[in-house]
């Protein structure tokens, strides 16, 4: 994940089966909810939930 200017904010490394295997935060400022594709974690609800795409 980068911010506006392209600087690299989150990276991660996932496994053969989607899981994440390692992250590296770039920065601790920064919250990464996006899981896998049309995917992303909600704090407030503490589910995975499902982005609808039209």
């Known amino acids: 994940?980068?911010?506006k200017g392209g600087n690299l904010l989150w990276f991660g490394?996932?496994?053969g089966w989607d899981r994440l295997k390692e992250e590296t935060k770039v920065t601790?400022?920064?919250y990464q909810p996006f899981r896998l594709q049309s995917q992303h974690c909600?704090?407030?609800m503490g589910a995975l939930?499902?982005?609808q795409v039209l």
């Open 42 to 44: 909600d704090r407030e």
């Open 13 to 15: 490394i996932y496994t």
């Open 49 to 51: 939930r499902l982005l």
């Open 1 to 3: 994940m980068t911010d």
């Open 28 to 30: 601790d400022t920064v």
